[in-house]
């Protein structure tokens, strides 16, 4: 039977400020990627989400960002290599220790936002991310956007991947993804995200806004938990992955 992996990027409130549906969405995916308090989240929200991940047997990842809670973590910060795998590092602690205190283990990592768009095009920083996640555990996977320099540089390092995908998200020809800032970079349409999610599965490619298919490796995919369509998007995604006899678990 063929699987795949849903995941979502949650535990992104602050204080008293919530954001996304992580309740509703824990009881819809197989994985999800908590923040750890750079650019997004807190100590209570961290705490809470992942009891929650826990009681609905929802695999946990960590998800670091750079330091720019008021950016949210979308923000380009130049760092060197050396930094960026000490602020890696520095989430996967405070993170684990709230994982491992509930019993469970974390099992993957996968970078957020700016993080995740620059070390998907730079070797360097790329194998700063695979090497912090090397050294504190060789067992956890890194999740990457599919084909980018995360996966190559990970798989190079003895890592276990996971190769990723957007339901939510455009594509550019060279298998990026499309910029926030550029019209048509998030698909708000919830046809339109199932058709993209179901050809990724069944094909292993996607369609470019420029009309041109590319090759992909889809293992996992991402619905973001901020986008307002989230709930509906993965319960029609399941929908059809199920009807096509697809098991829908984490990696």
Known sequence: MMKIDINSDLGESFGNY?????AALLSLISSANI??????????VMAQTV????ENNVAIGCHPGFPDLLGFGRRTIQVSPQELKNYVKYQIGALNAFVTSEGGVLKHVKPHGAMYNMAARDEKLAHAIAEAIYEI??????????GSQMITSA???GLKTISEVFADR???SDGSLVPRSQKGAVIHD????????????????VTALSGEKIEIEADSICVHGDNQKAIEFVMGIRKHLIGEGIQIKAV
């Open 190 to 205: 919830r046809e339109k995200a199932i058709e993209q999610v179901m050809q990724m599965v069944k094909t292993q490619t």
């Open 51 to 54: 009891r929650d991940a826990l």
């Open 18 to 22: 919530t954001l996304g549906m992580d």
């Open 35 to 44: 923040a750890c308090g750079w650019h997004a989240g807190d100590a209570n």
């Open 155 to 157: 798989q190079r390092l």
């Open 170 to 172: 455009a594509y550019l």
């Open 137 to 146: 555990n060789p067992e956890m996977k890194l999740m990457g956007l599919s």
